[in-house]
């Protein structure tokens, strides 16, 4: 019964947004630090890093893949374009990819995999402004 309790502590989310902020590869595809967050907002291009609506979680017992969300923003004024935003968030998933192989923090969760749910989006704001989303599922236990 306590592995069940200790799967509800082991967010994923802070794990990949963590890893993701202090990644150069990361940086450096964005323009800069300080442009990975949980919510969208400048200076653009903008990683948001958030829950995903899918994933599996198994039977609570252990291991559980929970979904997280990468979703990346460019300017209000359209920029930079599609294709360079596509690069961009397709660096970021891969350096996400790389968390596995990453030293383990004692109180943290164990990640043991990293892999792209599905398909990579194409889905502008309303209002005009650019962002790519794609899920990355990660598995993970306490």
């Known amino acids: 019964m306590t592995a069940t309790f200790d799967l509800a502590e082991a967010d ?7 890893w ?8 450096a ?8 967050s949980g919510i969208s907002e400048a200076p653009w291009p ?3 890093v958030t829950h995903g609506p899918g994933g599996d979680l198994r039977t609570l017992t252990w291991a559980i893949e929970p979904e997280v969300s ?10 930079p374009g599609q294709a360079e ?6 660096t970021c998933a891969a350096a ?4 596995p192989d990453a030293p383990h923090t004692p109180g943290q969760p164990v990640i043991s995999g990293v892999r792209p749910s599905g398909t990579l989006l194409w ?20």
Do not use: N
């Open 20 to 27: 993701l902020q202090k990644h150069p590869l990361v940086a």
């Open 85 to 90: 935003l596509r690069r961009i968030i397709l």
């Open 12 to 18: 994923p989310v802070s794990a990949v947004l963590a």
């Open 96 to 99: 996400a990819c790389e968390l």
């Open 29 to 36: 595809a964005l323009g800069g630090p300080g442009r990975v």
């Open 70 to 79: 990468l979703e990346v923003y460019g300017d209000p004024g359209g920029w």
């Open 46 to 48: 903008h990683l948001r």
């Open 123 to 142: 889905s502008p704001l309303v209002d005009g402004q650019p962002r790519w989303l794609l899920g990355l599922l990660v598995t993970l236990h306490p």
